[in-house]
C-alpha cells in the first residue's frame, strides 16, 4: 500500500510539472540566451553572429550575449555546452571543427553527433588554396611540380584537427602529393604570415578581405576553390576540382544546442535565424565575409554528419592524432 502511495504521488507530481515544463516552452525566450563561440572575438563565428544579434534580439524579445571560450580547437567551448542544462538558453555558434576535433582526439571531450542537436545552419564558405609568389601560378602546374617532388614543399595549417588539415591531407591523398611536411600555427594569422613569409609555400584556408589584399598587392596566390564547382563568391578561381577530379569540401558555420533541448524552442530559435537570415542587409554582410548566407535545421544535421563520416575516413585513413 506504502509503494502505491508513493507511485501515485510521483504521478501527481510529474503531472503538476507538466504544464509548467510546456508553459515555459511556450514562453522562451523568458530571459536572455547566450551563443558561445569557440573562439576569441573577431573571427568569422564572432562576426556572423554579432550580424544577427540585433535583428535576432528584436524578433525574440530578448538579449542575445556572445560569450568567448577559445582554446583547444574549439573542444574547450563545445565541451562547456554539452555540460550546460539543455533548457534552450545555452547555445554554441561553431563550424566545422565541431565535428573534426573529437575525431582526432584519442579520447574525445565530446560526440558532436550525440551531444548535440542541429538548431540552424547560418552559411556556408569555400576553401582556398593559397601560395607564395614563389609556386607556379597555375593550379594545373602547383599539382604537377608537387607531385613530381614528394617531400620538397612545407605547409602551413592554422589549427590541428582543424577542417584546414584534414582538407589538405584530403588534397593530398586526391592529388597524388606525397610526404610534404605540415607546419602546425595558433590560428589563421600566423599561418598566412608564414606563407608571406616563404616559411611554407601553401595552404588551405577560408577567404578573407586581407588575403584578398595580399592577392592584390601580389605577396599571394589563389589557385583554386576547394568546392566542386566555382564558388559565386569568388568566380574567377577555378575549382580545385578542375585538376583534380572528385575534390570537395566546405566549411560551414552554424548554432547548436545541447542534445535534449525541447524541439519546441528549437523551431523557435531556427524559425527566427532563418527570418534574420532571409534579409538582404544581412545576406549582403554574409557575401562580404565571404559566406554563402543559408539556414535550416536538417541542412545543418545533414552536412554534420556527411562531415563526420568524411573526416572520419580521412582521420582513419591518415592515422592523423593531435594528442
Keep these: 500500500m506504502h509503494r502505491r502511495t508513493l507511485v501515485a504521488g510521483a504521478l ?30 573577431g573571427g568569422t563565428n564572432d562576426v556572423l553572429g554579432r550580424y544577427i544579434q540585433e535583428p535576432l534580439q528584436k ?12 582554446g583547444a580547437g574549439g573542444a574547450i567551448a563545445s565541451q562547456y555546452v554539452a555540460q550546460q542544462p539543455a533548457d534552450g538558453y545555452t547555445f554554441l555558434l561553431h563550424g566545422s571543427g565541431l565535428v573534426t576535433v573529437p575525431l582526432v582526439q ?5 560526440d558532436a553527433v550525440k551531444d548535440f542537436v542541429p538548431v540552424s545552419l547560418m552559411g556556408t564558405s569555400p576553401m582556398v588554396l593559397m601560395t607564395n609568389p614563389s609556386m607556379p601560378d597555375s593550379l594545373a602546374q602547383f599539382v604537377q611540380q608537387a607531385r613530381a617532388k614528394p617531400g620538397s614543399l612545407e605547409w602551413g595549417a592554422s589549427a590541428l584537427g582543424g577542417v584546414g588539415q584534414l582538407a589538405m591531407v584530403a588534397f593530398h591523398d586526391a592529388a597524388g602529393i606525397k610526404n610534404m611536411v605540415m607546419v602546425p600555427y595558433p590560428g589563421a594569422g600566423p599561418a598566412a604570415q608564414a606563407l608571406l613569409s616563404g616559411q611554407t609555400k601553401y595552404m588551405l584556408s577560408t577567404p578573407s578581405s586581407v588575403t584578398a589584399g595580399f592577392v592584390k598587392d601580389g605577396k599571394m596566390r589563389i589557385l583554386g576553390v576547394s568546392t566542386g564547382q566555382r564558388s559565386p563568391l569568388l568566380p574567377e578561381v577555378p575549382s580545385i576540382s578542375e585538376a583534380v577530379p ?16 525541447p524541439p519546441q524552442v528549437v523551431a523557435k530559435l531556427a524559425d527566427a535565424v532563418a527570418k534574420v537570415i532571409a534579409q538582404p542587409d544581412i545576406q549582403e554582410k554574409f557575401r562580404a565575409v565571404y559566406v554563402v548566407p543559408k539556414s535550416g535545421t536538417k541542412a545543418l544535421g545533414d ?3 556527411a562531415d563526420h563520416e568524411l573526416w572520419g575516413k580521412v582521420v582513419k585513413a591518415n592515422n592523423i592524432t593531435m594528442d
Design 12 to 41: 501527481l507530481a510529474l503531472a503538476a510539472t507538466a504544464p509548467a515544463l510546456v508553459l515555459a516552452q511556450e514562453n522562451w525566450p523568458d530571459r536572455p540566451i547566450k551563443f558561445i563561440v569557440p573562439a576569441a572575438a
Design 106 to 110: 584519442r579520447k574525445p571531450s565530446y
Design 59 to 70: 524578433l525574440l524579445g530578448q538579449p542575445v550575449v556572445m560569450e568567448y571560450k577559445p
Design 303 to 305: 552536412i554534420i554528419r
Design 246 to 261: 572528385g575534390y570537395h569540401t566546405e566549411t560551414w558555420f552554424g548554432l547548436v544546442a545541447r542534445t535534449g533541448t
